[in-house]
Nanobody
Framework: QVQLVESGGGLVQPGGSLRLSCAASGFTFSTYTMSWYRQAPGKERELVASITSGGASTNYADSVRGRFTISRDNAKNTVYLQMNSLKPEDTAVYYC?????????WGQGTQVTVSS
């Protein structure tokens, strides 16, 4: 059974940091491109960051480049999103995604709220 379980979300003040984790199971993690998406209330889900299967290449949305870092540990079947200098506009539910060809898996999401 495929599972993607996100953790690490919460409430943080502007300028603060959070580290999200996504633990994967039930598929060959090391062969999938992993991504983080987010969805704010009333908005469409958007790609935040992605990392290729071996970790050699990453991609970021313009809005988070320089503040967020995606990484993965294929030995632990886990992908991370380090979020620094958080802004109120980063408030959203953050989702983990696994993609290989036409196959996609989603996690249930973790809430990140940036507020003073």
């Amino acid at each position: 059974q495929v599972q993607l379980v996100e953790s690490g979300g919460g409430l943080v003040q502007p300028g603060g940091s959070l580290r999200l984790s996504c633990a994967a199971s039930g598929f060959t993690f090391s062969t999938y491109t992993m991504s983080w998406y987010r969805q704010a209330p009333g908005k469409e889900r958007e790609l935040v960051a992605s990392i290729t299967s071996g970790g050699a290449s990453t991609n970021y949305a313009d809005s988070v480049r320089g503040r967020f870092t995606i990484s993965r540990d294929n030995a632990k079947n886990t992908v991370y999103l380090q979020m620094n200098s958080l802004k109120p506009e980063d408030t959203a539910v953050y989702y983990c995604n696994a993609k290989r060809g036409f196959t996609r898996y989603w996690g249930q999401g973790t809430q990140v709220t940036v507020s003073s």
